[in-house]
């Protein structure tokens, strides 16, 4: 509806009625009684302006302007459902009193004299969707005796409740009624002709009845309790609801129902404002089951999309307890799974309280052996049956699986459940039960627990699970293995007799810890020594084997052979015999001890990267060390392991004390993003530029600017020869064992890096295994929620116990926050803060949050050593400790 099409009956109402543009907060139509008041001003006209003119005040005399009045706020869109204010003819503008004027000079000729002075009462809302962005405002005159053209406010507040039961009258389509809550049951006691218009009732239907004849059969029950208890408690309200015409008719019913109060602030009276928005009510209806129809339709898809994420855990256990939460969230009431193996046990439970059968000494029952056969869950769990429904109200025996699991869940659940089975490609790997009742009312869509629909969609459910649940417990079988037997076969321990010698391996996590590089450190005598570093292709169990044969070979050989290139020659040979498939590099040196602290180093390569040789040089002045000049060892080589079918030669270079041999593997030079050439130059300026006079500094250099993101796996050895004797090192056992991984920020990595961990404490042999993974968890998922960019874990083994990095895009330090009720969060930190010392220290390109875990202890106190505390942001302060290369 447009400005034009406004009733005619709004120009000549006896009261001051206003149109306001919500947008701009213009007044765009005044009737004559508002024009009156405001004299000669053009419309448009912002609405405090149109109030200046009209001279407009509170009861207290302030400009409307100056406080948060009526006015303002219903421009802003604000219902006001009734206030008092006061009109000030003193305040008007000059405009206002001259057309005041000539409105007085023509009312012979039927014109409109602008009498209203004094108290107004004012009343605004938002209209309808036919004048959407609008709002109309309207001033009724409140008169009576007492009320005097220029009134103070204490006269105002005396004869308020008077003037309004005797003048309160308005001749526009709102809905006007006054109750007296002196009366018993707050009757009406006067309702204007619009209330008539819209209900049906006449004065004398209502008049003496409480309102509530309005409601009938539809009236929500709940709306009708706010309205009463805001009566009760003597304040106004707003509310919209279904309400009954005279007709028995229906329509949606906005009310606004203000108190108006005497000079000593009893209630005398509430002024009900009521308008027709059945047409707004049932447009969003249509909107909102519009919508519902849409959740409906993707509802089947939604559920599978949220499995799917969930059972792509490669930890098995984990991807079961997701599940089950998934649909305790969705289309149970409760959800768990059951796995028989030499006991019945529970695995995963979510909802109805069930989460404790999870718990130490509650989820494993009897022996599988001791039960009886005739048992419908034992069917579904053998994989006799491929699902059945129990009635939990129908008596089971004890000695059956059904029994059993009656008896665990007792009285938290009731009703009907659906057992399904959890099945791979050969075998029933677990069953799971899903209750039969209704699922959480905040997830609408999703078919009735009766309705075929819903078995299938837990049949679909079940299947996909099932055999996501297979692939991992293959890939875990596996990659265990291939990690088991490559840990087993590099060496515990690098020490050299009188060389400084340090170390590194690290897998790629693309490849899940299982590669073919090696290195080998090999004490052959007092005076020779032996150092191996090779690379086999691929990245599985054969390649791990491969890697295995070859350093056993090359021991053996390396022990019984000084000359690298002889050791080839013989390696070349019996690879040949056993039929070594992989293709492999590797580079083999020897050191033999000479006078004054040099050794001779000879090497023979097949087909591996140059081994590099620095040579320091000195500040003159300060006898320090300022960089290396490098050499490439890039003589001697040849093809492949096993490729070779001639001689293969050795090249020989003396070293001096403070002389630096660096070997590798691509991993370390090797990315996507560059030539490989590149990388080998970018590996030499490192060296170039390190200053550091010991093995184990010169090798964090070389990682902090190549190691970071390995793209393949990586090893890396760094030996150096010593000054004089007191430079070198004491026996030692090899560097920390260390474990990097980058994931991407999603959700998915969280439970893939529980997994790595869990999988890295089993090998390392640490027993804080649950810790590891708690506090893992809780890091990366901060991570995932609050960073950016690739997220990178870090575990290493170090004397002081098993210390976890975790590395994001985002500056911002990590914050402690309160904890959420109902379990919404905020516990992350805290619980961190409870199993070990924490702290973060910015990168250059975001933060890494490390957290320290003790052997032997299970819950950390806080210590004064640079354990973690808060800081005034909840940020911790602490400086993290640098593992001990």
């Not at 990366?780 to 290493?796: K, T, Y």
Request: include cysteine.
């Amino acid at each position: 509806m447009s400005l034009s099409q406004l009733p005619r009956v709004m120009d000549e109402a006896d009261a001051a009625v206003l149109v306001v543009d919500l947008a701009s907060t213009r007044v765009e139509y005044a009737n004559l009684r508002a024009m009156a008041m405001a004299g000669d001003v053009s419309l448009p006209v912002g609405i405090d302006e149109w109030g200046h003119h009209a001279g407009l005040v509170s009861p207290g005399g302030e400009d409307l302007t100056e406080t948060t009045g009526p006015l303002s706020r219903v421009a802003r869109g604000e219902p006001v459902a009734g206030e008092l204010i006061r009109r000030d003819s003193d305040k008007a503008s000059d405009d206002a009193a001259g057309e005041r004027r000539r409105q007085q000079d023509a009312s012979d000729d039927g014109g409109l004299v602008d009498d209203v002075v004094g108290p107004l009462w004012v009343t605004g809302f938002p209209l309808g969707e036919s004048m959407q962005g609008r709002a109309l405002v309207v001033f009724m005159r409140l008169t009576g005796p007492g009320l005097t053209a220029a009134p103070g406010p204490a006269e105002v507040l005396a004869t308020q409740a008077t003037a309004v039961r005797d003048r309160a009258v308005i001749a526009t389509d709102l809905s006007f009624t006054i109750s007296d809550p002196a009366l018993p049951d707050d009757p009406l006691v006067w309702v204007n002709p619009a209330f008539t218009r819209t209900t049906g009732y006449t004065s004398d239907d209502v008049v003496g009845r409480n309102c509530r004849f309005l409601q009938g059969p539809g009236t929500d029950r709940e709306t009708v309790a706010r309205i009463s208890a805001a009566l009760r408690e003597g304040r106004g309200c707003v509310e919209t609801l279904l309400n009954y015409r005279k007709d028995g008719s229906a329509f949606w019913n906005q009310v606004s129902v203000t108190p108006v109060l005497d000079p000593e602030g009893r209630l005398v009276n509430f002024v009900g404002v009521q308008a027709d928005v059945t047409e707004r009510v049932l447009v969003q209806e249509q909107r909102e089951r519009a919508l519902l129809a849409e959740q409906r339709a993707r509802a089947g898809l939604v559920l599978l999309d949220r499995v799917s994420d969930a059972v792509i855990e490669l930890d098995a256990t984990a991807a079961m307890e997701r599940l089950a939460l998934v649909l305790a969230e969705t289309i149970a009431p409760w959800a768990l799974v059951v796995q028989m193996d030499r006991n019945v046990e529970v695995v995963a439970a979510s909802g109805s309280a069930l989460e404790e059968l999870v718990g130490a000494g509650r989820r494993v029952g009897p022996p599988v052996a001791a039960l009886e056969a005739d048992d419908p869950l034992r069917a579904v769990c053998e994989g006799a049956a491929d699902e059945t429904v129990v009635d939990l109200a129908v008596p089971r025996r004890s000695g059956t699986v059904t029994g059993w699991f009656a008896d665990t869940v007792g009285s938290r659940v009731e009703g009907s459940y659906l057992a399904v089975q959890l099945a791979g490609r050969d075998a029933v790997i677990a069953v799971l039960l899903v209750g039969l009742g209704p699922g959480p009312a905040e997830q609408p869509g999703f078919p009735a627990p009766d309705d075929d629909d819903h078995r299938k969609l837990v049949r679909v459910v079940a299947r996909r699970t099932g055999l996501s649940l297979e692939n991992a417990r293959l890939y875990a079988r596996e990659h265990t293995l291939a990690e088991t037997l490559q840990r087993s076969m590099l060496p515990q321990r690098s020490g050299i007799p009188g060389l400084d010698v340090w170390t590194h391996y690290a897998p790629n996590v693309d490849h899940a810890q299982v590669g073919g590089d090696w290195y080998d450190v090999l004490p052959i005598s007092d005076d020779v020594a032996g150092l191996v570093v090779g690379d086999v292709v691929g990245h599985d169990v054969e390649a791990a084997a491969t890697m295995g044969q070859l350093r056993s070979v090359v021991r053996s050989y390396a022990y019984e052979l000084e000359d690298p290139g002889s050791v080839l020659m013989r390696v070349d040979h019996l690879a040949a015999g056993m039929g070594i498939a992989r293709m492999a590099s590797l580079v083999l040196m020897t050191l033999r001890r000479r006078d004054e602290g040099q050794w001779d180093l000879s090497w023979s390569s097949a087909g591996h990267l140059p081994a590099l040789v620095g040579t320091p040089r000195t500040d003159p002045a300060g006898g320090e060390v300022t960089g290396y000049s490098v050499r490439r060892l890039d003589s001697a080589q040849g093809t492949l392991v096993g490729l070779g079918e001639g001689a293969r030669f050795s090249d020989t270079v003396r070293l001096r004390p403070g002389d630096v041999v660096v070997a590798y593997t691509d991993g370390l030079i090797e990315r996507r993003s560059r030539p490989m050439a590149e990388g080998l130059e970018q590996l030499v300026g490192v060296l170039q530029g390190a200053t550091g006079s010991l093995a184990d500094g010169i090798g964090e250099r070389l990682l902090a600017a190549l190691g970071d993101s390995p793209e393949d796996d990586t090893a890396v050895v760094v030996l150096r020869v010593p000054v004089d004797v007191s430079d070198v090192p004491a026996p030692r056992a090899a560097a920390p064992r260390q474990r990097r991984w980058q994931l991407p920020s999603d959700p998915s990595s969280v439970g893939k890096a529980r997994h790595a961990t869990l999988r890295a404490c089993a090998v390392w042999g640490i027993p804080q295994v649950e810790l590891a993974e708690v506090v893992v968890s809780e890091l990366v998922a901060n991570a995932v929620m609050h960073g950016w960019g690739i997220v990178q874990l870090r575990l290493f083994d170090t004397a002081p116990g098993l210390r976890i990095e975790v590395e994001d895009g985002n500056p911002e330090p990590p914050r402690l926050v309160p904890h959420r009720p109902l379990g919404e969060g905020g516990h992350g930190l805290h619980v961190v803060g409870e199993v070990a010392r924490w702290g973060w220290s910015p990168t250059r390109s975001g933060k890494l949050v490390w957290a320290q875990l003790q052997p032997g202890t299970g819950r950390l106190q806080p210590t004064g050593d640079g354990g973690a505390t808060a800081g005034p942001h909840g940020a911790t302060d602490a400086a993290p400790p640098t593992p001990t290369p």
